[in-house]
């Protein structure tokens, strides 16, 4: 499939970031992985220079076994203090850097990792670089308890709220919540945003990404590849 506008592939401008996020993977230390199909291709190019790195801190289970699959050594976000760098991907960015991201539910443990990051290497395709962000259905992590009232409140913003399904039954993060994709919504203050819905009762983790916004971004263009920062 073709972004907008693209010649190459989607996967391909996925393959391109992927490749090039690893001149930013500091040899000798720990890496920051996140989790998506984007990162995938940033795994399989990081188990090319596996024996200089000590290993990564994992943001899914997803990620953890694609890791240790490829034999680079997964360590628990605790074991390590700071991270000289974090590599995810986005389902948006803007242009200072702010993010949504969840689409893959692991933002709760992606937010973890990049707050322990002294650096946020966003990689993307050119699609998901966007003026305003809310285009793309915001993934709020929640208790399953806190449902029902998380809803109403992104009613009353304006928005529409439906918890996320697979095989039938919600989905159950790898911290065993539930998400709620939230459409409708124009993300103009994605710091005041993300600090008003983070404090609702019941929200583990809103998917904007704006107190860990991205520092670099590297997106995927049929020019090759454009660093934002
Ligand atoms: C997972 C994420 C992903 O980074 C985001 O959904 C982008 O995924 P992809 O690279 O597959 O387009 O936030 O929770």
Redesign the pocket.
Known sequence: MSTTNSVLSQDAL?TLVGLAALKYVVPGEIVGV???????KFIDALATMKDQIKGAVS??EASTERLKALGIPVFDAGEVAELSVYI????EIDSHGFMV???????TR?KIVAAQSRRFVC???AS?LVQTLGKFPL?VEVIPMATTRVIRQFAAMGGTAQVRMKNGAPLVTDNGQHIVDVTGLSIVDPLAFESEVNQWPGVVTV?VFAHQKANVCLLGTDEGVKTLT
């Open positions: 996925k996140g989790t998506g199909s984007t990162v995938n943001s899914s995810d991907g986005a389902d991201k969840g689409g893959g539910a692991a933002l992606e990689i993307a395709d998901k993934p998917g």
